[in-house]
């Protein structure tokens, strides 16, 4: 294909006719208008858009000029490098270390080189150039990475990162390797495959624009604009007025089996065996053991993964006093050995919400493009290469269960979780009384999940002034639960989870857990609090004690009024 138009002037026809062309040839070779790689000089094929954002990129932008070969369109890749030579080397170690030492990343983080040899062909000739001639410490690669470590750390501008590699260039001699733009760096590290998808959502969590969405400028649920309002109320098109970054995990799981080590671990699981009988690990867990029974094609390929979700918000500002909340999506893979799934480098972000608000129970609409995702692992990835077997693969996945605090578990599960309705296992039943000097919801009844014969349960004073008879419920299954929010019985729940668009998400035993910390953390705080009598931190007061005092509870206790101040009698 003619390709030189790319060094024509934009204005004219031949670019025209180019742009076109070329769009067509990506169209026809990508099966997609709405998530192609853009090529013009600011993205340089980093960034994923449809067809007429491109468009404008390329006139407005131009296009990148070395971007010669269109693999990321479609064109095939001759070979013309030595690009099909091992990455590691004899000893089994990466000779790309100091990457994994810099940016805390594994062997398997280093691109999906199979789709593009010729920029796995750079990445191998930068890791063997010196940064200048003579030069044995360091190679461009390497000194590249520790550089854009510290502009990382140190939350560097572009513009402060190009200056910085300006000056670096001037103070090492002469014919060293340093690149002079942030432009000419980013080219370089996007070969390695840090590669995300910035989408654009509603300010109110209503949609995400993508698929039909993708060219709307306003929402068709609430009619606000997609763009950002500035201080004069002129809208600021081309600036989302909120975003969120999606790192797509099937490339990355396909590198974790490119690594020869990572690949051998990920089947770890198939030969442990628990010696003692006890649940050592998610594979002893029951449902583990019913994705292997009820889908015994999946459970017989050791190689397919289970995961795990977690989520929580965060305030990513030094200043305390921000009520700004940012949310990350992040999954764990258990198929890896306890001392390596819990790593850093093997817990894998998939999603980050900004804020300035929580998404709330709307955090589904921001889920889709991972639930989506999700899917296809489950139907099955094919083409995945095994490094430790030497073979292709069709490569499944299952998310197991969410990990989160009370809260966030129902922003995912949809289940109410305060109110007088806020236990998800009692459901209506659940024993619930307002304090009315206090001003909260206390729940009372948790003694009935003691053993029937237990003396706590026959203690009245101690308690709520009564004895406890009753049995704990069942907790519902995953059927039960999605019966119930289909047919409109919503007493409990608020939402329908978009996890039972997972085909096998309602068969699953245990759908969601709570973090052990957070509740170890808060009831600890409460009672340190109260027994040492910390402000702020006390629970013992005189609403707590007038609350006793209607309840017929430890009258005793009862807040003793005097001239000047009311004393408080001390608890036993």
């Known amino acids: 294909m003619d390709k030189s138009w790319m060094h024509s002037d934009r204005r004219s026809k031949a670019y025209e006719f180019g742009v076109e062309a070329f769009l067509n040839f990506a169209v026809e070779n990508l099966l997609t208008t709405t998530h192609i790689r853009c090529p013009c000089v600011k993205c340089v094929n980093l ?7 491109i468009k404008d990129h390329v006139y407005f932008n131009g296009i990148d000029q070395s971007y010669k070969n269109w693999t990321f369109h479609g064109e095939p890749w001759e070979a013309t490098t030595n690009a099909s030579r091992n990455v590691e080397e004899d000893d089994g170690h990466s000779r790309y270390s100091f990457v994994s030492e810099e940016i805390d990343m594994d062997d398997n983080d280093f691109g999906d080189f199979g789709s593009d040899p010729y920029e796995f062909a750079n990445v191998i000739g930068d890791g063997d150039q010196p940064v200048y001639p003579g030069c044995r410490k360091y190679t461009k690669l390497s000194a590249l990475v520790k550089l854009y470590n510290l502009k990382a750390k140190h939350g560097m501008s572009d513009v402060c990162f190009t200056e910085l590699l300006i000056l670096q260039g001037d103070l090492l001699p002469e014919g060293n390797t340093i690149p002079t733009s942030m432009y000419e760096a980013k080219k370089t590290l996007c070969a390695l495959g840090l590669s995300y998808e910035k989408m654009h959502a509603c300010p109110n969590d209503c949609i995400l624009y993508r698929k039909e969405y993708e060219d709307s400028t306003n929402c068709p649920t609430c009619g606000i604009s997609r763009w950002k309002e500035g201080k004069d109320s002129i809208l600021k098109e081309g600036v989302p007025a909120k975003v969120v970054w999606y790192f797509p995990p099937i490339p990355r799981f396909k590198r974790m089996f490119q690594s020869h080590e990572t690949a051998k671990s990920l089947t770890w699981h198939a030969t442990r065996k628990s010696i003692d009988g006890q649940m050592s690990h998610p594979a002893d867990s029951p449902s583990w053991k019913l994705l292997d029974d009820k889908w015994p094609e999946f459970g017989n390929e050791p190689r397919n993964l289970r995961l795990a979700l977690s989520s929580d918000g965060f305030n990513p500002h030094s200043s305390l006093s921000s009520r700004y909340s940012c949310w990350p999506v992040i999954l764990v893979t258990y198929n890896l050995p306890p001392w ?38 489950w139907v099955g990835i094919r083409g995945v290469y095994d490094a430790h077997n030497g073979e292709y693969f069709a490569l499944r996945a299952a998310l197991m269960w969410t990990i989160n605090d ?5 922003n995912l599960s949809g289940c109410v979780v305060k109110g007088y309705k806020a236990c998800p296992i009692c459901g209506d039943d659940t024993p619930s009384h307002r304090l009315k000097n206090g001003h909260k919801i206390c729940y009372i009844g948790h003694r009935k999940c003691l053993p029937i014969n237990h003396p706590y349960r026959r203690q009245r004073a101690a308690f709520n002034g009564k004895p406890e008879y009753g049995i704990p419920l069942e907790p519902l299954t995953g059927e039960e639960v999605l019966h119930m929010v289909e047919n409109g019985d919503r007493v409990c729940w608020k939402k329908k989870s978009i996890f039972f668009d997972l085909e096998y ?3 699953l035993p245990v759908r969601h857990a709570l973090d052990v910390m957070h509740i170890e953390k808060n009831v600890c705080d409460s009672i340190i609090g109260t027994l040492l009598e910390i402000p702020g931190k006390n629970k013992d007061g005189i609403a707590a004690r007038l609350d006793l005092l209607n309840m017929g509870v430890k009258t005793d206790l009862q807040p003793e009024y005097g001239g000047r ?6 608890g036993p």
């Open 47 to 53: 960034k994923l858009f449809g067809v007429g954002i």
């Open 340 to 377: 390596l799934c819990m790593k850093r480098k093997f817990m894998m972000l998939t999603l980050l919400i900004s804020g300035p608000k929580q998404p709330g129970n709307d955090i589904d609409v921001y889920l889709e493009p991972l639930i989506d995702d999700l899917k296809s692992l």
């Open 406 to 410: 009370f809260p966030a578990y129902g």
């Open 505 to 507: 998400w309602k068969y």
């Open 565 to 570: 101040r009311t004393r408080l009698p001390p």
